[in-house]
């Protein structure tokens, strides 16, 4: 199974792109993961959110494949503990899936096309971070539910 975080613009803060590179290459013992950047609409400014939300849509859905399994990360979507993510990620797993696909959208979600292809909505927390943040924390809880699932001793209850 391959996992892609798909992410629209760029992570420009240096500890942030460290903490995710750190994470990224720790995930290679465990899966095939890979991180698409998709580069920031030109002169958003001059968009309304609405526009803004179907062309980044229009991005996102460009990057994907037809047997893809889309998990959105949402505030709408549900919420997992680590452990049940783990579970989650086991699921995910042993169904067969070749490729899911998380997606961190823009600052204003995801286009209603976007919903649409979707398959499940994740949410990290019901507080809001920073789309560059969120890159980081959930590169971090892959690494964790992996090492739940393998019974190392990065996670503590």
Same mark, same amino acid.
């Given at each position: 199974?391959?996992?892609? @975080?798909?992410?629209?613009?760029?992570? @420009?803060?240096?500890?942030?792109?460290?903490?995710?590179?750190?994470?990224?290459?720790?995930?290679?013992?465990?899966?095939?993961? &890979?991180?698409?950047?998709?580069?920031?609409? $030109?002169?958003?400014?001059?968009? @309304?959110?609405?526009?803004?939300?179907?062309?980044?849509?229009?991005?996102?859905?460009?990057?994907?494949?037809?047997?893809? /399994?889309?998990?959105?990360?949402?505030?709408?979507?549900?919420?997992?503990? @680590?452990?049940? *993510?783990?579970?989650?990620?086991?699921?995910?797993?042993?169904?067969?899936? $070749?490729?899911?696909? *998380?997606?961190?959208?823009?600052?204003?979600?995801?286009?209603? &096309?976007?919903?649409?292809?979707?398959?499940? $909505?994740?949410?990290?927390?019901?507080?809001? *971070?920073?789309?560059?943040?969120?890159?980081?924390?959930?590169? &971090?809880?892959? /690494?964790?539910?992996?090492?739940?699932?393998?019974? &190392?001793? /990065?996670?503590?209850?």
């Amino acid at each position: 199974m391959k996992i892609v @975080s798909l992410t629209i613009g760029k992570t @420009s803060e240096k500890y942030l792109i460290e903490g995710i590179a750190q994470f990224q290459k720790r995930l290679k013992h465990y899966t095939q993961f &890979e991180i698409i950047e998709i580069p920031n609409i $030109k002169k958003a400014q001059n968009f @309304s959110k609405s526009e803004l939300m179907k062309k980044e849509g229009e991005l996102i859905l460009g990057k994907l494949q037809t047997s893809d /399994y889309l998990v959105l990360l949402d505030n709408k979507g549900q919420d997992f503990t @680590s452990l049940k *993510f783990s579970k989650k990620v086991q699921q995910w797993m042993l169904s067969g899936k $070749k490729r899911i696909v *998380f997606v961190i959208g823009g600052a204003y979600g995801f286009s209603d &096309e976007v919903y649409k292809r979707t398959t499940e $909505k994740l949410s990290l927390s019901k507080m809001t *971070f920073s789309h560059q943040m969120v890159r980081l924390f959930f590169v &971090e809880q892959l /690494y964790r539910a992996y090492t739940i699932l393998g019974n &190392e001793p /990065y996670h503590h209850e």
